[in-house]
Every structure is written in C-alpha cells, then in structure tokens.
C-alpha cells in the first residue's frame, strides 16, 4: 500500500540508480504517449470517443472520465486509480482499453471532498504534506461507500448507449484501487472480472477486509502483488489463493518483480516491461470474462 513504507523504498531505488528525476520526466512522457495508441482489436486500433461527465451519487456528485469505442456496444469497465486519483495518466489509460473494445469508467474515488485532480502537476506522494493532504480523504472511504459508488458506477455504465448490457462488466483498480475492485465485485453479479494492480490490504485480519467478501462475488480475477508488497505481508496472497478456491472462482495471483507502484507510467517506479505484462494479462482476463 501506499505509505511511508513505501516511499522508503522508491527512495532506496532511486538511490540505487534505476531513474533519475530528469530520466523519470521524460521515462513518464513517452510512456503516456505509448499509452495514447493500445493495443489493436482485430488487427485494428479502434477510434474512440472521450469526455469528462458527472454521475449523481447518494451522497454527492462524482467527476469521470467515460471513453468508448465510437461504433457499436461494448463490455464496460470501472477504474479505480491510486491514491493520487483521477489524472491524465489514468485517462491515457482508460484511452487505451477502450482502443481495446471496452466502454471505459475512470472515477475520482475522492469526489467527495475535491474535485479531480487533487494532486496538481509537480505535487509528489513524497512529499509529506502531500501525503497529509492525501491519506485522510482515502482513509475516509470504507467498505459502506465502497458498496454506494460501485453501484452507482454500474447504473450510470448500464444507461450508456455505448455499454453491452448483455456482456458482464469488469473493474480494475491500483493500489488503494485494489480492495475498491473487489468490493465493486461483491456488489453485483454484472461484475465478471477483477483486475488487482500493487493492491494493497485486500486480505487483513479486520472484519471488513475484502477477502471476506469472495463468497458474494461471481467474478474471475487478475491479482498481480509488487514485490516489496509481499516482502511485508507474504502471507496475504496463500490467504487470497485459498479464499477463491474454497469459492470456486478463478484468480491469476502473482508476485511481479516490480516496485510497488510500477504500473501507471507517471509513477517514479514505472516499469514498462512489467507493466505491460500485467496489462496483457488483464487483457487476456476481461476477453475471457466479460462474456
């Protein structure tokens, strides 16, 4: 999870010389370009329409980011970001999957105190008044507006002209995003897959860890651990690989040798190569899924 923990680490990666501050700005620059073209569907990178929209909540209104294919219906999917939120790295992103034939939802999962973005250009996670800034609005969300969102974010996809309400719908989340991802698989059966990313806290011995909401999901799984995530709680992935077996749901559960962190391309431990591994696999899971 993101914490103080966590930035000890990125510091002692920098520190061992893998990116610069200089070589991070322009790493991050042409990796969000090369988010801007996804994959091809069908030999074909589809043309997409995009736009900032507003979803009326129970309690408030949330800001997102929606793009999708522009002929045709489509599988949906929820993104949840990291603890930096909503962000042009995350709407490259969400531009990317829907390239890949998917109406794409990128939420700001902290509309309820600030409007996105709330870490401006320049800000760092680093930063302890940043992170000051930051951790008591994620630690304001629990599994109840969990539980309001995700339903909202299904009943706005499945008003959408572009959404195929026949095919199963499919949620990715990053690091805090994570145990968002299972949650919003708990809470409706239109829910046919889960992407976990450097998820952190998705098996605790607290009576409200998303583990123990497997037996109300009916969704297969992608969870791809960071290294360092697992150094500190190893256990957390038998736990997660026995709770879905004892459900019979399919779950990917992997350790990736990669900093937690490693898969938005503006993060300071952004590594292509294995993100895009765990992009090709949630690729292969919501094809297989979202039926």
């Given at each position: ?26 790493l991050a620059?042409?990796a ?10 069908d030999g ?14 129970a ?7 929606f ?5 045709g ?7 949840w970001?990291?603890i930096?939120?909503l962000r042009?790295?995350f ?8 390239e890949?034939g ?6 700001n999962?902290f509309?309820r105190a600030?409007?996105?973005p709330?870490v401006q ?7 302890p008044?940043?992170?000051g800034?930051?951790?008591p ?15 909202a974010?299904?009943g706005?996809?499945?008003a959408?002209?572009?959404?195929d ?6 949620t990715?989340?990053?690091c805090?995003?994570?145990?968002l991802?299972?949650r919003?698989?708990?809470?409706s059966?239109r ?16 009576p409200?860890?998303?583990h ?39 779950a990917e ?8 962190g490693?898969?938005?391309p503006?993060s ?11 992009w090709?696999?949630?690729l ?8």
């Amino acid at each position: 999870m993101c914490d103080e923990h966590t930035e000890a680490d990125n510091a002692a990666q920098a520190r061992d010389g893998n990116v610069s501050r200089r070589g991070f700005a322009a790493l991050a620059g042409g990796a969000l370009a090369a988010c801007a073209s996804g994959p091809t569907v069908d030999g074909e990178t589809l043309a997409v329409s995009e736009r900032d929209v507003t979803i009326t909540m129970a309690d408030g209104v949330c800001d997102a980011h929606f793009v999708h294919p522009v002929r045709g219906k489509h599988p949906a999917v929820i993104v949840w970001p990291d603890i930096r939120g909503l962000r042009p790295a995350f709407r490259q992103m969400g531009k990317r999957l829907a390239e890949s034939g998917y109406a794409v939802l990128t939420v700001n999962q902290f509309y309820r105190a600030q409007k996105a973005p709330v870490v401006q250009a320049g800000e760092s996670f680093s930063d302890p008044a940043v992170r000051g800034r930051l951790m008591p609005m994620a630690q304001a969300l629990n599994a109840a507006t969990a539980a309001m969102d995700a339903t909202a974010f299904i009943g706005f996809l499945d008003a959408q002209a572009s959404v195929d309400t026949r095919r199963r719908i499919g949620t990715a989340g990053y690091c805090m995003g994570g145990p968002l991802v299972m949650r919003t698989a708990s809470v409706s059966e239109r829910i046919g897959a889960g992407a976990s990313f450097h998820g952190g806290g998705l098996a605790t011995d607290q009576p409200t860890s998303p583990h123990l909401l497997i037996p109300q999901m009916k969704a297969s799984f992608l969870i791809a651990v960071a290294q360092n995530d697992d150094a500190r709680t190893p256990q957390e992935k038998e736990t997660l690989r026995a709770a879905f077996a004892a459900q019979g749901l399919a779950a990917e559960i992997e350790v990736y040798p990669a900093q937690h962190g490693w898969c938005p391309p503006d993060s300071p431990v952004y590594d292509e190569a294995q993100a895009e591994r765990a992009w090709s696999r949630m690729l292969a899971l919501f094809a297989k899924a979202l039926v």
